[in-house]
């Protein structure tokens, strides 16, 4: 059993059992009071994949999940259960069948689920329905290594499951699911940002930030992410006291790369802030992998703001139906041989 792995109990309706765990974390929305302390609020770093998992099986946006970072993952559970994956696009199978991502998959007690072959991003996300039984940090099992709290799963960590779930094997469950359009990650990076409390010390040479692609650099990580291309130069040269910074802040530090801030950032800094990446755009960053491309797009925090507002109109769509469609199977389900979520 690894950090963030709870020990199952009296409580747990059933285990899951990790066979493969490659780059694998429990993780959830972050850790919204950690800040004010002094500690990141890290999270996943696909906030938008990690709701859709999460709605697409009926949880709670913030509900304990599976991030997967480039590498394989497979896992049996002991009792039935109801799975959802979402972000970047992988091979999804259930005892080596293949079934689709973006979708509610119903999985048999004692069946090897496996996720492999991501491609067209970096981070995957598996919701099981009723999440997880794990330890919190300030309200969040998000991990923190400065902290040693959470952790990489390993083959063999085992994870409390909160609830079962009977198979759902329906036609009119099935028909619905074609009308659910869940939001599918972007391809291209093109990564939004408004301008920084320090854009005025580069002059005219802040707007090489929007001329050239930027190459993403090996040593990124869920800290930040450290790229080469065309650098803006401070033109002042007073001190950077240090201070709080957002996630998404865009800084040249001196050198030649520059770094964007994620959600493992410490809360303080002392480079110059030259943009803030927006929310939406910070997923863009999170499925971005070393050696790709991407390029920065000036928004104005009116223009960020009204797309953060289409986005979750966006999610509510998405929820709503996900809602109908449960309820539409509670409706023709009928006992002894219907199948109930419960």
Do not use: K, W
């Amino acid at each position: 059993m690894t950090a963030g792995a709870a020990p199952t109990g009296a409580s747990a309706a059933g285990v899951l059992t990790v066979v493969e765990a490659g780059s694998t974390q429990i993780t959830d929305l972050g850790r919204t009071r950690g800040p004010r302390y002094g500690v990141p609020v890290n999270g996943a770093l696909d906030q938008r994949s990690a709701r859709v998992a999460n709605i697409l099986v009926g949880n709670p946006d913030g509900a304990p999940l599976l991030e997967l970072t480039a590498l394989d993952l497979e896992f049996v559970a002991d009792v039935d259960t109801l799975i959802a994956v979402a972000g970047a696009d992988g091979h999804l199978t259930v005892d080596g069948v293949g079934r689709p991502s973006n979708e509610p998959v119903s999985v048999r007690a004692g069946e090897t689920v496996a996720l492999r072959q991501l491609q067209g991003g970096l981070r995957a996300y598996l919701a099981v329905r009723g999440s997880f039984e794990v330890p919190l940090l300030l309200g969040s099992c998000a991990p923190d290594s400065v902290l040693g709290f959470g952790g990489r799963l390993v083959a063999g960590s085992e994870i409390a499951l909160r609830s079962a779930t009977a198979p759902i094997f329906n036609d009119h469950f099935a028909a619905e699911l074609y009308s659910l359009d869940v939001p599918r990650v972007a391809h291209g990076f093109i990564v939004d940002v408004t301008d920084g409390p320090d854009i005025e010390d580069f002059a005219d040479t802040a707007a090489r930030l929007f001329e050239q692609p930027y190459l993403v650099t090996p040593t990124s990580n869920h800290i930040g992410l450290r790229m080469t291309g065309p650098l803006p130069e401070r033109r002042t040269t007073g001190e950077v006291l240090s201070r709080g910074v957002p996630v998404g802040a865009v800084e040249v530090p001196p050198g030649d790369e520059l770094l964007v801030l994620h959600r493992g950032r410490g809360v303080t800094a002392g480079y110059p802030v030259l943009a803030v990446v927006t929310s939406g755009s910070l997923d863009v960053l999170a499925q971005v992998r070393p050696g790709q491309r991407l390029r920065f797009r000036p928004v104005s925090a009116v223009e960020a703001a009204a797309r953060a507002r289409a986005e979750l109109v966006e999610l509510d769509t998405l929820r709503h139906r996900v809602r109908s469609v449960f309820a539409a199977l509670d409706a023709l389900s009928t006992p002894p041989t219907g199948r109930t979520l419960p």
